[in-house]
């Protein structure tokens, strides 16, 4: 449904402005595209150690067995040195931080990883870049339908498009959180510590507000501080996930195969 919004957009950008709508679509999903390539073949950089299973075999053995029982190969584990607590994954990569350390005990932390495994296995990680840059790609031709058209038609047009995309990008974004969390609980053995996990990470909200990743599949829902007022929610609270991690665990749920 998104990348029919997009195409919509982009249709009416031709429709609207011609040739030259065609010539700012194609070097827009140039430009898009090259990105995406070179953010796909470039790795991370920053204060990133790698997970060896000598320094924390509690860690690495129980990712490695999580990954099999969800039929994945090993991914690569990095710890960020950062004391907050934070966890996000992007291609094949999970990312924990040394704040979870502090904060979680080795349970929870399972858990954690498993909700990044989760949009590994669900691939998300694939998805959540592709749809962030749709969103570019819809702020940019909305933006020129308004500028360049000069029809109110056109502008009513394009701003009703973009507005549906952010709304089902919502919906998107919060139904992938549900179902990575779905399938953490039928990969650890402690279903219950996802929960727990969840309970002791809403407390430290406003720490992790400056560092969220918002492109990347992360263990956080969207950081909301009371004095902050967002139209859209793009994730779903801590206590609705809670909710229905209690509704999966008391169901039996779990018991699926992934």
Do not use: C
């Amino acid at each position: 449904m998104l990348f029919i919004i997009i195409s919509l957009e982009v249709l009416l950008a031709v429709i609207a402005l011609k040739e030259l709508g065609l010539k700012i679509a194609l070097a827009a999903f140039g430009i898009i595209f090259a990105f995406y390539l070179w953010v796909s073949t470039h790795d991370i950089r920053g204060n990133y150690i790698t997970l060896e299973r000598n320094e924390i075999p509690w860690l690495y053995d129980g990712i490695a067995e999580m990954a099999k029982k969800a039929k994945l190969s090993m991914p690569r584990v990095y710890i960020l040195d950062d004391y907050i607590p934070n966890a996000y994954s992007f291609k094949d990569t999970i990312v924990l931080s040394l704040g979870l350390f502090e904060v979680l005990d080795q349970d929870e932390i399972l858990a954690v990883a498993a909700h990044e495994l989760g949009h590994i296995k669900n691939g998300d990680t694939k998805t959540f870049p592709l749809i962030a840059y749709g969103r570019y790609l819809m702020i940019v031709f909305t933006a020129i339908l308004i500028l360049l058209a000069h029809s109110t038609g056109v502008t009513i047009a394009a701003l009703g498009l973009y507005v549906l995309y952010e709304v089902t990008r919502a919906d998107f974004l919060k139904k992938r959180e549900f179902q990575a969390d779905e399938t953490a609980l039928r990969l650890l053995d402690i279903p219950m510590s996802l929960k727990r996990a969840l309970e002791e990470l809403k407390y430290y909200e406003d720490l992790r507000i400056g560092v969220r990743h918002t492109s990347l599949p992360s263990i956080e829902p969207a950081i909301e501080r009371k004095q902050r007022v967002t139209l859209i929610d793009t994730h779903p609270s801590y206590d609705e996930r809670i909710f229905r991690i209690l509704a999966e665990i008391n169901g039996n749920m779990f018991n699926k195969r992934i």
